[in-house]
């Protein structure tokens, strides 16, 4: 049986993404989502970000940015990090809001602000399938570098997990041995959908 | 014929070898068997049942799928299939036994839903869900056992999953609470809770029912406890399962959070789980219950913050906090809308639940918005006590005659409190198994919630009072007592559901008595009704309100039997109303003698004191129910004060008296029946109940209203207060001390406080410790203080002012300085009057005794009270900043140090006090300066003084000079003050800047201020900057960045601190590559001073060394050899910017003309080097000074330093004579300045440097010899030697007299010449 996997991070565009477009590349079903209250990109700067709401195209966000300083986010990796997106799927997707998008088996969250989130949305929602979902945090800092390694972890992690078959069984053993092997701390936790 | 078809493709999926026919058989029969007649389907259903066998899970997990379609469908079939999921539970395969469980779930959700609502609608339940729930029963108790068995996980996580449900399923629902988001809300709609079961149910018992689920929570309780041995992944989902329960069911709340605590510390490093997330997931807990607003959960917001605190989880739960409180702005917003358009009768829970929040919220409404300190949060839980009630209670009101105006329904339509009612009177219908779970519904149901519970099941008071008997008459003489029977009636039926109460007010009250006797049977109790002299409605004493005391001391088990008849009989069947009603009263006779047990001797005495006939007559059972008659009664009159008010229906004016009266007695009750758990303690003499049932019968009179005079009311209140108070400290359950405190506040409004203050705060203080003194004390004042708002007039000003002193007073002498419970109670009383902020500022400022130690820490807990004042308290906030800030310049060190690290620290960070301080810090600081530049003049001028206008005067100006040095000096310690004043001045001005200079610690950005004011500081001021700027520094560490900017651009005459600031930040480190900068360019373009290069020099590379050289060679002489210290220090990285030799040949290479620099400098630098001979070795002068020998030309003072070199370090003779061999050769004599030195170096080394002067030519050697004519004799003497004189030159020995003129010609002494050198050694 094939699972579900979600990768969850605020945005949907960095490390979600990162994560998303590793894991079809690999042949995985999965989706990504952010749990923020919008997506944001970094701008000139600190201040300054780019905001958007969920939902815009990344086609369009790219044409935005390119307009904007092409120079400047060409540079600072927004550009091409856009481009790899739009390639992926059309528009950052809000986590709270895909009710309609179906059940995961599996969701990987890649901040500890985004797991407490996708654990309490999905307190709050009905269970009514009372269908098990396994949730993982892996921490992975907002950068490109970190991303790419932390989309390779969560491949990792979900070539170990499909397979055990019931991961309700080994998932203890199985977060522990992946611990290990990459020095890396996750933290897990069950819901229901 | 479809018949025929699903037969086949059923036995084709169970017979087909090829799995994918089997199951796209099976497919196509379930289509079919969903679609045929219900008749047909029976059959097909059981065969369907039959693939339960199969080998192939897929066809068993198929097969599941079909029953969870029929479940779906409610499809009576589910009977024939049920069984199979019982059997699938044991599956081998997990996934098979895991979907069963899923499935059953369900289905046991649907089953209930309908069960409920068919006996609602049509009144009967259909026999196959009879029976499936009979299913249903053993489906459940078989997924218990698969939690604690040996067996895969899944299932387990299942059946856990099932608990939850089930638990939910059978308690009240109260989700209003849970409003997390209003989004949440609207998206759950409502789900089943055991509110929907009708009490008369066939099937379902919905106590036996609640009971279970408080047994299924003690399992979900018990895995957290064998925690260790289960697998990491159930414990979570136990935790989560709980955390769901507690915030959906806030009655399990304090239990859930309890066993979570309890929990953390318990986990240990275990094989096969993994901690980190079974600790996250209680993290993930307590932010949960963060977010929720019911009242229970932000009672523990302090806990749970703590908690999380302590899980290093402190910012996310502040994030949550900040969240909610958000929300619960929005909410209140929200209502505040709601409430302008109150006719609007719709009244959702969302709208009770947002009244609820505002208020809330009403307190925090005033507070800063950014302020999110937990204190405000949780004052705010006494809100409603306050006068914002009257417009909140209003909309309630209303509210609530909306719904009971309904015909009853048993749907979600009934607010909480009336579920609460109905459910509590379920429980009591439930009869002895019932009690457990009352008493832990009634345990967990908060203060407030129960107040709303009584009161509102007040609203259904029968309009129509029953016909009065004739002791009835009696009573009614009394005009402030209207004994209305309806009453009675309503107050013992305080805990039957609404809806019967309503039928039960619509019944002409004759039917009541007439009825009664009918059914009589129905009861045990029931037969006393038949004898109508014992009826006990005509009991006179049923009659009087204030009889309803009664019910005061009955244990639950009688209120239980009280109610048995309303609510075990549903409402729709009104026919049963009056033998509910009947019970009601016949009940009241078994309470009374359960009142008797209260023998109050005290108060005996002093009733008496009035000239009631009465008191004397009445025999002395009823004397006492005198007495206790008066414990009601002096509650009564207080109407004014009760807010309670408001929520009485205004049916009647005479109704309005009555409601308040009962409200209160009700009250009692509750504060009372606990008191009979320990009724055992008691005196023997209780009558038992036969006794006093006899005795009740007999008592021919009902006792006389006594008005009270004045006097005599305000002792019995005091009475009445003391009884409560002593009550109280005995009392161990907290329910119900939630109800006493209650009432002794009112109490306490009403009694002259200051003869009970000293008896009140005595208990309070002993009873702080488990925190309920406080409690009371709160309830207390914040009684008072709704006094003073709806009456500005009333002495309630002072009595609260005296009683929140006297209180904090003991509080501080009695409770040890570490306790925080001082500081918790100025936090969360209403109003804080002036004298306890000077009471405060005492406090933090007198440490009486100083050697006590505790005053150090009354220091710190009076800091800490008003920092936690500044932070929840807007509107004293300046006064608590200005205490705050007085310490801070306080003489005494360590007031001052402790009040300046809470200002810098804690208060600075708040970002609307900051600007305050940092005035304040800024103006502190310029008066230290200004004052004391000042200062210094006039104590400068006061020596002067002194020294022309003799002692007594001086000692006048001083004293005027400096208010702050010790006024009085005495005329002979004149000089002796003279120096105290300045070290006055240097240490108040140390003193007042220390705030200062901690702020700047915080914010780099404020040194500018002591930068621009350095230049007119006097000196003992510069002295306090410069001790300050030290420590400052050394604490700035690495964060100097923002120092750069005042770096680069000093002000002038603040050079001395600039240096010590840069010297300061490079010590001990290599100076930040910024900062080298910053200070080049500064030194590049406006200062010129090479002081400020010192610091950084040991950054500097050689190429940047040297340029600047003569510069640093210009400073004083202390300066320099802080600067070579540091060129030699170098860099980590790079090494020294120059070695020693480099460095002495820098020296030499400086040139007097170009670089305008004196001679004399350069020299004493050189000395100075010389001076340092760990540095500059002998190796390193040998090597400086064989670089510089081939230099062209030779540096001015070569040949000192050869001098030098040769007097510090004699050995290196043999050297220097090299040196000047090779000077020789370089024809020095050409020099002059250089041929003085030369020939002072060979007197001053002779007889070593005969060798080298021999090597002069004859002419030099002349003139040599004229310069220091005392060479000539050793020379010659030396020369004489006969393996020297031979390699001599001719000209040489003549001229040394060793030779005539015509011996010059010799031609091997030329030639050898050069060749001399062996001999030479010594």
Known sequence: MKLRHATVCSSNQNRSMEAHWLLEREGFDVASYGTGQHVKLPGPSLREPNVYDFGTPYKQMFDDLRRKDPELYRRNGILPMLKRNLSVKTAPQRWQENAADGTFDVVLTFEEKVFDMVLEDLHNRKHVLLKPVLVINLEVKDNHEEAAIGGRLALQLCQEIEPAGNWEECVDDLIMNFERQNHRKLVYSISYY | ?1322
């Open chain 2, 1 to 1322: 014929m479809a018949r025929d078809q699903a037969l086949s493709l059923l036995a084709a999926a169970n017979n087909h070898g090829d799995l994918a026919v089997k199951l796209s058989s099976l497919k196509q029969a379930k289509d079919i068997l969903f679609s045929v007649e219900p008749s047909q389907a029976a059959e097909l259903f059981s065969y369907l049942a039959e693939l339960q066998s199969s080998p192939e899970p897929l066809v068993r997990k198929y097969l599941l799928e079909v029953i969870d379609d029929a479940g779906a469908k409610g499809s009576e079939h589910l009977v024939i299939l049920f069984p199979v999921l019982l059997t699938f539970l044991k599956d081998n395969n997990p996934i098979v036994a895991t979907q069963s469980i899923i499935t059953g779930t369900k289905i046991f959700s649907s089953v209930l839903e309908e069960l409920a609502l068919q006996f609602q609608r049509r009144g009967i339940v259909q026999r196959w869900l009879e029976e499936l729930w009979t299913g249903l029963i053993k489906f459940r108790d078989a997924v218990l056992g698969i939690i604690f068995e040996a067996g895969p996980i899944g299932p387990k996580l299942l059946s856990i999953k099932f608990l939850e449900t089930f638990i939910l399923c059978f308690t009240l629902d109260s989700t209003e609470f849970d409003m997390c988001n209003p989004e949440v809300i609207a998206r759950q709609g409502s789900m089943f809770n055991v509110s929907w079961i009708a009490d008369s149910h066939p099937i379902l018992n919905p106590h036996a029912l609640m009971s279970d689920a408080n047994r299924h929570l003690e399992i979900l309780l018990e895995i957290l406890l064998s925690a260790s041995k289960l697998p990491g992944c159930m414990t979570i989902t136990a935790v989560n399962s709980l955390v769901a329960i507690a915030r959906k069911r806030p009655v399990y709340y304090k239990t859930v959070l309890k066993a979570l605590l309890d929990f953390s510390p318990s986990i240990e490093m275990a094989k096969g789980r993994h901690t980190v997330s079974i600790q996250y997931s209680l993290r993930t807990a307590f932010l949960g219950f963060l977010r929720c607003t019911h009242p229970i959960m932000t009672e523990s917001r302090e806990k749970l913050l703590k908690e999380l605190r302590a899980m290093n989880a402190g910012d996310a739960a502040d994030q949550v906090i900040r969240q909610m409180d958000k929300i619960m702005r929005n909410n209140e917003r929200a209502s505040r809308e709601l409430q302008f358009s109150k006719d609007d009768q719709l009244s959702s829970q969302l709208h009770i639940s947002g009244e609820l929040t505002k208020k809330r919220t009403a307190q925090l409404d005033n507070e800063n918005q950014n302020n999110i300190f937990e204190a405000s949060s949780k004052k705010s839980r006494h809100g409603p006590h306050n006068s914002k009630t009257t417009t909140a209670s209003d909309a309630k009101q209303d509210h609530v005659n909306g719904i009971s105006a309904k015909p009853p329904v048993l749907d979600g339509d009934l607010t909480p409190v009336e579920q609460m009612i109905a459910m509590i009177g379920a429980l009591i219908a439930e009869g002895e198994r019932g009690v457990e779970s009352l008493e832990i519904l009634i345990s967990n149901i908060h203060a407030d919630l129960l107040a709303d519970i009584v009161i509102t099941n007040m609203k259904h008071l029968p309009k129509n009072p029953p016909p009065l008997t004739r002791y009835g008459n009696l009573s009614l003489n009394h005009p402030s007592d209207t004994s209305d029977p309806a009453q009675v009636v309503g107050s013992n039926g305080f805990a039957t559901s609404t809806q019967s109460l309503d039928h039960l007010a619509q019944l002409p009250a004759s039917s009541l008595s007439t009825t009664s006797g009918a059914v009589s049977d129905t009861f045990a109790t029931a037969n006393l009704s038949t004898d109508s002299k014992r009826d006990p409605r005509r009991d006179p004493r049923r009659l009087d309100p204030r009889r309803l005391v009664a019910p005061t001391d009955m244990s639950q088990t009688y209120v239980v039997e009280e109610n048995v008849g309303t609510v075990q009989h549903p409402t729709v069947e009104p026919d049963f109303n009056p033998v509910s009603s009947s019970s009601v009263l016949l009940s009241a006779p078994q309470s009374v003698p359960e009142f008797a047990p209260q023998p109050l001797p005290t108060i005996e005495t002093d009733i008496n004191l009035p000239d009631s006939p009465m008191t004397i007559e009445v025999d002395e059972p009823i004397q006492k129910y005198e007495v206790h008659d008066f414990d009601a009664n002096v509650i009564t009159p207080d109407k004014d004060a009760n807010n309670y008010l408001h929520l009485s229906p205004s049916s009647g004016k005479e109704e309005d008296v009555v409601s308040p009266a009962s409200m209160d007695l009700a009250m009692l009750d509750e504060a009372y029946s606990p008191s009979s758990e320990a009724s055992d303690e008691l005196p023997p003499d209780i009558p038992n109940v036969e006794a006093s049932e006899s005795a009740s019968a007999e008592l021919p009179v009902l006792p006389l209203y006594i008005e009270l005079d004045e006097d005599h009311q305000i002792r019995a209140r005091r009475l009445a207060l003391e009884r409560i108070i002593n009550k109280y400290q005995n009392s161990q359950r907290t329910d119900i001390k939630q109800t006493q405190i209650a009432l002794v506040a009112r109490l306490f409004a009403q009694i002259d406080v200051s003869d009970v203050i000293e008896m009140a705060q005595k208990l309070i203080i002993s009873d702080y410790e488990e925190q309920k003194g406080h409690e009371l004390v709160l309830h207390i004042l914040y009684h008072l203080h709704s006094l003073v708002i709806s009456d500005s007039a009333s002495s309630a000003a002072a009595v609260y002012e005296n009683f929140l002193l006297g209180v904090a007073k003991s509080l501080l002498v009695d409770l040890p300085a570490s306790n925080k419970s001082f500081s918790r109670l100025l936090g969360e009383v209403p109003n804080i009057p002036d004298s306890v902020l000077g009471m405060l500022d005492d406090m933090c400022t007198k440490s009486h005794s100083g050697a006590d130690g505790r005053d150090g820490d009354r220091v710190t807990q009076g800091l800490g009270a008003v920092w936690s004042l500044i932070l929840s308290r807007p509107f004293i906030r300046q006064a608590c900043l200005d205490i705050a800030l007085k310490c801070t310049v306080h003489p005494k060190d360590d007031i001052q140090a402790k009040a300046i690290r809470l200002v810098s620290n804690k208060l600075y960070a708040v970002s609307y006090i900051s600007n305050s301080i940092e005035q304040f810090a800024k103006n502190m600081f310029l008066s230290a300066v200004d004052q004391h530049s000042s200062d210094a003049l006039l104590s400068e001028s006061a020596i002067s003084d002194r020294r022309i206008g003799g002692q007594v005067e001086g000692a006048e100006t001083s004293t005027s000079g400096s208010q702050v040095s010790e006024p009085e000096i005495s005329p002979d310690e004149t000089m002796k003050g003279v120096l105290d004043d300045s070290s006055n001045i240097f240490s108040q001005a140390h003193r007042h800047m220390s705030l200062f200079f901690a702020l700047c610690a915080k914010k780099p950005v404020l040194l500018q201020l002591v930068f621009d004011s350095y230049t007119r500081s006097s000196k003992a001021v510069k002295q306090a900057v410069h001790r300050h700027i030290t420590v400052l520094m050394r604490a700035l560490g690495s964060s100097y960045s923002d120092l750069l900017h005042i770096i680069s651009n000093p002000p002038q005459g603040s050079e001395d601190l600039l240096t010590q600031v840069l010297h300061l930040l490079s010590e001990g480190r290599a100076p930040p590559t910024d900062l080298v900068v910053t200070v080049k360019h500064l030194y590049e373009t406006r200062l010129k001073d090479a002081t400020i290069l010192i610091p950084i020099l040991s950054a500097f590379s050689r190429d940047e060394v040297l340029p600047i050289f003569p510069r640093l060679v210009q400073l004083p002489l202390p300066k320099f050899q802080m600067a070579l210290a540091h060129i030699l220090q170098g860099s980590a990285h790079t090494g020294p910017a120059l070695t020693p030799v480099e460095v002495l040949v820098a020296i030499h290479d400086i040139s007097p003309e170009r670089d305008s620099l004196p001679l004399k400098k350069i020299t004493d630098t050189c000395s100075a080097c010389f001076e340092q001979r760990t540095v500059f070795t002998q190796q390193v002068l040998a090597k400086a000074l064989n670089q510089m020998v081939d230099r062209t030309p030779l540096p001015l003072l070569f040949m000192r330093t050869v001098i030098q070199a040769i007097d510090a370090f004699p050995s290196l003779v043999d050297f220097v004579m090299d040196i000047l061999s090779k000077l020789v050769n370089r024809q020095v004599w050409r020099m002059p300045k250089q041929w003085v030195g030369f020939l002072k170096c060979i007197s001053q080394t002779q007889p070593h440097s005969f060798k080298v002067l021999l090597q002069l030519p004859s002419p030099q050697l002349e003139s040599a010899l004229s310069k220091y004519p005392n060479l000539r004799g050793p020379l010659a003497a030396y020369t004489n030697q006969s393996s020297i004189k031979t390699s001599v030159p001719r000209t040489t020995l003549v001229l040394l007299g060793l030779a005539s003129e015509t011996q010059m010609q010799q031609p091997h002494a030329v030639s050898s010449l050069h060749a001399s050198d062996g001999p030479t050694s010594t």
